[in-house]
């Protein structure tokens, strides 16, 4: 149990500093503004040519422009009215010659910050939520462990599985400007519904020996160890089936998804690894601080 935690608060504590340092990059449907993607076939374009031109036909407050597969250029803009986006749109034909507008989108500041403080709502009520009723749910077994433990360990175990791919994306935000969007606060959910059915099925497991070995005078420990023997198996190959789509998806799906499911690949294989070598360990932990 020692390596098991100890691996685990490693990890947890770098998420948690790289999160405080660097902070995530914004996509713009959680702060505002425009996403714009452009496709130039001419040759020799570069992205500092097309800013260039941008720039000269508007003298827009923000721009960051990155290129993409098939000579697409995605351009973050501040939110633009629809007439800027139509000069800018005609200073780059006349330019190139060769342009196709792929794809336009803007967001508002105040609808970007409603979003962003709606999706943290989510994630904190979806926590709380998971906790209180696993606690009711293990109500009747209350020795050697409170049920209201269960809860409180289950909430552990899911900011240990959320915090992970978190911190992952914060390093990617800051290393290779990768941004977070709504889609990202979907896949944190997601993970976080996987994980708790994982550990809900170990414990479940160890209510049930609990129950049956009441007054054989068996050891917590020994049910423990007894009851994840018994569900291992299945909580790996249950994951192992999502992790199988997720890893297909990774290299034949559409790069718009990459960071998506590379979230949810990454909250699953931890949350799958925390119901086991989190969750049980710190079950045993807190029973035995009680004696």
Do not use: C
């Amino acid at each position: 149990k020692k390596w098991f935690l100890g691996f685990s608060a490693a990890l947890v504590i770098l998420s948690v500093v790289a999160i405080a340092v660097f902070g995530f990059r914004q996509g713009i449907d959680l702060r505002g503004g425009t996403s714009w993607q452009i496709g130039i076939a001419d040759e020799g374009v570069s992205a500092d040519l097309v800013k260039e031109t941008l720039l000269e036909a508007e003298k827009f407050s923000e721009i960051n422009i990155r290129s993409g597969d098939n000579k697409i250029f995605v351009v973050r803009l501040p939110d633009i009215s629809e007439e800027v986006h139509q000069r800018a749109l005609r200073a780059l034909e006349e330019r190139f010659q060769n342009v196709r507008e792929e794809n336009f989108s803007s967001i508002g500041p105040a609808i970007g910050s409603e979003l962003r403080r709606k999706s943290m709502w989510a994630i904190a009520i979806v926590l709380l939520a998971i906790s209180a009723y696993i606690a009711w749910a293990f109500r009747k077994v209350s020795e050697p462990v409170r049920s209201w433990k269960y809860g409180m360990i289950t909430l552990v175990t899911l900011l240990h599985d959320v915090s992970i791919p978190a911190g992952m994306m914060s390093l990617l935000g800051y290393l290779k400007g990768i941004e977070i969007d709504t889609n990202f606060i979907v896949a944190l959910l997601v993970v976080m519904g996987f994980s708790v059915h994982d550990t809900i099925v170990v414990f479940d497991r160890i209510r049930e020996n609990l129950i049956l070995g009441r007054g054989k005078n068996r050891d917590l420990k020994e049910i423990i160890n007894f009851s994840v023997k018994e569900t291992i198996v299945r909580s790996v190959n249950t994951s192992l089936t999502l992790i199988l789509v997720l890893v297909a998806m990774i290299f034949a799906g559409p790069p718009s998804l990459f960071y998506f499911v590379l979230t949810m690949l990454v909250g699953t294989v931890f949350g799958t690894y925390s119901s086991i070598f989190v969750a049980s360990p710190l079950l045993y932990l807190s029973a035995r601080r009680k004696k």
